[in-house]
């Protein structure tokens, strides 16, 4: 199919091109689709733009295209659609200062005229020649859609080479994050991955617009390394998950919020979590500064979000009013699971590295356990904070450096963990736990031969389901009883 659109626009470029080479600077036209998927009983809106481009005037005829799923092209004139290469839609078009070409227009699905009432992928074509001529100026361009099709279940964005007039098929990925979240309904049941590709989505061009906005049953994949969403110092979260469900946030470098203000909207720079039961995992939440309600990295208010696996580090909270909260995570009535992340070189005033905030049994969160807290700075509890009823933390190490400030406060419950200046609780030791190998790129503390952090833990390996990583500098496999900290991808 593609080798067939292929050739059908290289034949309407010739025949509308053979004057090209006497062409000089002239305007492009674009033409755009308000989506990328249609069914039965959609509107179909096409708009053109062909803005002045100075510095002389000229005279224009604009042709406009349709190609069907055959490779059938059809031309639009003002008698209406007819098959082939006909009269100009309009003819004589003068552009000056001060008069750019834009229009629109609609129609109903399926319809005979235009002809698109059958399932496949179409594409409306636009160009612009000089008036009386056929000689091309500039490029044609195309905007491309399905039609009568079913919603796929996997949908692909590539930076680099993507376009966001695609329909995003792995042949034909969108260009951004944004045109996808908002081109994929969000189906009852039935879950939706975007593949993203590796490359950094920020606001430049036509990309990003922050924070992206997750639907319920649509999960964002990294399928690579190297995927980096990034707000680029914007005053916005980079992703907001407002009652949001049964969908994913996995393998990205999460960065560049730099939030102001006391709205829960501004709260959570990395990601904002608001009454949302999603998994976040797999992900280096970074450099971002989160405001009013607390949490540089992650944001958590109401729902029950899983954060498992990820790097939550240097990222902050910045208060006017010095009540900053949660540098790295802020759980506030969320039943979270907090389970084997490195949580390190955060800095709030209450609570460094996690600040959690609960009035009842029901929301408490759920589990911190296996979590590497280092290095996270506060005036009140540097590793944890913890307002209202206490959570039990287990297998973790929490090993601070901030300057008087105790690591937790005494009524946060723990056991199993390595604690810096010592903890009252089961299974809990003040010992060095000797971190080696941390890596620039990776933010990881490994464990060294010898630590006493090594099977050290509350439950087996494989109980904690960790039995297939490690936490120790040689990369051995964790078996028995789990060490303690966080667990890494086995090299």
């Known amino acids: 199919m593609k080798t067939l659109i292929y050739y059908s626009i290289t034949i309407l470029m010739i025949a509308l091109s053979f004057g090209l080479s006497n062409a000089i600077a002239a305007p492009q036209i674009s033409i755009y689709t308000d989506s990328s998927l249609y069914q039965a009983g959609d509107t179909i809106e096409v708009s053109l733009e062909a803005p002045y481009p100075g510095p002389e005037a000229v005279y224009v005829d604009v042709y406009i295209g349709l190609l069907n799923p055959d490779g059938v092209l059809y031309t639009l004139s003002q008698d209406g659609w007819t098959e082939g290469i006909n009269t100009p839609w309009i003819e004589n078009y003068y552009l000056r200062y001060g008069r750019h070409l834009d229009s629109c227009f609609r129609f109903l699905l399926p319809c005979d005229i235009p002809p698109i009432n059958e399932p496949g992928e179409f594409f409306f074509l636009a160009a612009l020649t000089r008036a009386g001529t056929t000689d091309l100026l500039g490029c044609i361009d195309s905007a491309g859609f399905l039609a009568g099709m079913p919603q796929a279940t996997d949908y692909y964005v590539d930076a680099e080479c993507g376009n966001d007039k695609n329909y995003g098929m792995?042949?034909?990925?969108w260009r951004s994050i944004t045109r996808a979240l908002c081109s994929i309904d969000s189906l009852?049941?039935?879950?939706?991955?975007?593949?993203?590709?590796?490359?950094t989505y920020t606001w430049c061009g036509d990309g990003e617009t922050f924070p992206l906005e997750m639907k319920s049953w649509v999960s964002l994949i990294a399928d690579e390394p190297g995927a980096i969403i990034d707000a680029d110092d914007s005053d916005a979260n980079v992703i907001l998950a407002e009652d949001v469900h049964n969908a994913a946030i996995d393998g990205f470098t999460i960065t560049g919020a730099i939030l102001s203000g006391h709205l829960k909207s501004h709260a959570g720079g990395g990601i904002c979590c608001l009454d949302s039961s999603i998994l976040i995992t797999n992900n280096t939440i970074i450099e971002n500064t989160g405001s009013g309600y607390g949490g540089g990295g992650i944001y958590c208010g109401g729902?029950?979000?899983?954060?498992?696996?990820?790097?939550?580090?240097?990222?902050?909270?910045?208060?006017?009013?010095?009540?900053?909260?949660?540098?790295?995570?802020?759980?506030?009535?969320s039943a979270a699971r907090i389970v084997n992340n490195t949580i390190a070189n955060n800095e709030a005033q209450w609570g460094g590295g996690i600040y959690i905030y609960a009035y009842s049994y029901e929301i408490a969160v759920r589990e911190i356990s296996n979590n590497t807290i280092v290095n996270n700075i506060a005036s009140i509890g540097a590793g944890i904070y913890l307002s209202g009823i206490s959570t039990e933390i287990t297998d973790c190490v929490i090993w601070e450096d901030s300057v008087g400030s105790k690591t937790m406060l005494d009524y946060v419950s723990a056991s199993f963990c390595c604690v810096k200046g010592g903890y009252l609780g089961e299974g809990n030791i003040d010992l060095d736990p000797q971190f080696g190998g941390e890596l620039i790129s990776g933010?990881?503390?490994?464990?060294?031969?010898?630590?006493?952090?090594?099977?050290a833990g509350s439950r087996s390996a494989e109980e904690a389901g960790l039995s297939g990583m490690t936490a120790q500098m040689d990369g051995t496999p964790d078996t028995g009883t789990v060490d303690m900290g966080a667990h890494y991808p086995i090299p």
Not at 170 to 173: C, L, M, R, Y
Not at 188 to 199: C, K, V, W, Y
Not at 443 to 455: E, V
């Open 188 to 199: 009852e049941g039935i879950p939706t991955t975007i593949h993203i590709a590796p490359g």
């Open 170 to 173: 792995e042949d034909a990925p």
């Open 443 to 455: 933010f990881r503390y490994y464990l060294r031969p010898g630590s006493p952090c090594i099977d």
């Open 303 to 333: 729902g029950s979000p899983e954060i498992m696996n990820n790097v939550i580090s240097w990222n902050k909270v910045d208060c006017i009013d010095e009540s900053d909260r949660g540098g790295g995570i802020y759980c506030r009535n």
